[in-house]
């Protein structure tokens, strides 16, 4: 048997408003109060500095964005050092004029920046416009080294493609997060809004198994309004979790109101449920070729 390591790690599931000061100073609320309850990383869910406002296109947004380093960064780094954790935060990336990227950050429990990474999906649809903002990412699909392993970390719409997560443990990460702001249709019929979310929660699941890690997920919660009148809005349905490297659950949060979770990772299970099912020894790497292919035509 591998030693037993044990993580503690915090996730924040929070309501969002467009005062940016307020919704960070609610983020470190969580943050704080993880801490206290010993975690030793917390993760805060995408764009936790104000509204989900992909729900329309309107050039003015981009003055939301912000350069790395920048306001978002001193902020959390500041507070990583202040309690000796690690925070992974999520940012509107300002990286040029006219080039954004949809980005989370981890700042080391020193403060400093360990590393970023760019969202590769980029999602376009009705109450989703992200293609209109982000610039798909670029800088692949590598763990950040940090002083608590190699992290994995993928952002909402990533989420469905299993790629980015065998990725990411071919690449060695420890565990693997999920940043997400994702929600109901308020005219979706109740039994499409429940398929909808089991398939979130049965995808992000399988990738646990799929690679023998850990998965931490941080979705937002609330309703937000969408500001142009024209859709009903959107509803973001909680449901932060954490579950084990064979899927199993440790935590989950509901799916109405602000919830910081604290759970215990034991990373000594990744390499004893690899030994049990060892899926990348397995794999036919000599066969999928056409993996790289949109489509086999």
């Not at 109901?184 to 089991?198: A, G, K, M, S, V």
């Not at 989950?252 to 690899?274: F, H």
Request: glycine residues 8%; proline residues 5%; charged residues 25%.
């Amino acid at each position: 048997m591998a030693s037993k390591k044990t993580l503690r790690i915090g996730i924040v599931q929070q309501a969002c408003t467009d005062d940016r000061e307020h919704n960070l100073s609610v983020s470190a609320a969580a943050v704080r109060d993880a801490a206290a309850r010993g975690a030793q990383l917390v993760l805060l869910q995408e764009l936790h500095t104000g509204l989900y406002f992909c729900q329309h296109e309107s050039t003015e947004l981009f003055d939301l964005a912000e350069p790395i380093p920048g306001p978002s960064t001193k902020f959390l780094g500041e507070l990583a050092k202040e309690l000796g954790i690690v925070i992974i935060g999520s940012l509107f990336e300002r990286r040029a004029p006219g080039l954004y990227h949809n980005t989370a950050v981890v700042l080391e429990k020193d403060g400093s920046l360990a590393g970023v990474y760019r969202k590769m999906h980029i999602p376009d649809d009705p109450g989703y416009y992200e293609k209109f903002y982000f610039t798909p990412g670029d800088l692949g699909f590598k763990p950040i080294e940090t002083s608590l392993g190699k992290l994995g970390i993928l952002v909402c719409w990533d989420q469905w493609y299993p790629e980015g997560a065998r990725l990411m443990a071919l690449a060695g990460a420890d565990l693997l997060f999920y940043p997400t702001a994702i929600g109901w249709n308020p005219e979706d019929t109740q039994e499409e809004q429940t398929r909808q979310r089991d398939a979130w929660i049965t995808i992000q699941r399988s990738h646990a198994v799929a690679n023998g890690l850990p998965v931490i997920v941080a979705n937002r919660c609330g309703h937000e309004a969408d500001p142009t009148g024209s859709l009903k809005g959107a509803t973001f349905w909680g449901s932060s979790f954490a579950v084990g490297p064979q899927g199993e659950f440790i935590a989950q949060a509901g799916t109405e109101k602000a919830e910081t979770l604290v759970v215990d990772i034991d990373l000594a299970r990744s390499e004893n449920v690899r030994r049990w099912w060892p899926f990348l020894r397995d794999r036919r790497i000599d066969a999928y070729e056409d993996l790289v292919k949109r489509y086999r035509d």
